[in-house]
């Protein structure tokens, strides 16, 4: 059965740093990329970064410079490292496939950039 657990999320000024953890269980973290969204409430959910099975990676214009995604296949755990964060990147977080499986979402970890 596949499970996601997203972690690291937290309180945090703007131009701070966060580091962000998605342990994944099943076969969804072995074989697919994997991506972190975001939401805020009242919004639809975005991709943030995405990272291939290969490690390439990709991102959304929002956080090009700052954020960096990274995956342990070993561990099964796929990281977000958030730096210079402000308060436009205050959501709840989320890993999951790319792209997502509709029925493996986690329960997210919310970040807040606030000063």
């Known amino acids: 059965q596949v499970q996601l657990v997203e972690s690291g999320g937290g309180l945090v000024q703007p131009g701070g740093s966060l580091r962000l953890s998605c342990a994944a269980s099943?076969?969804?973290?072995?074989?697919?990329?994997m991506a972190w969204y975001r939401q805020v409430p009242g919004n639809q959910r975005e991709v943030v970064a995405a990272?291939?099975?290969?490690?390439?990676?990709n991102y959304a214009d929002s956080v090009k410079g700052r954020f960096t995604i990274s995956r342990d296949n070993a561990k099964n755990t796929v990281y977000l490292q958030m730096n210079s964060l402000k308060s436009e990147d205050t959501a709840v977080y989320y890993c999951n496939s790319v792209p997502p499986d509709m029925d493996y979402w986690g329960k997210g970890t919310a970040v807040t950039v606030k000063g």
């Open positions: 099943g076969s969804i973290f072995s074989t697919n990329a």
């Open positions: 990272i291939s099975t290969g490690g390439t990676t």
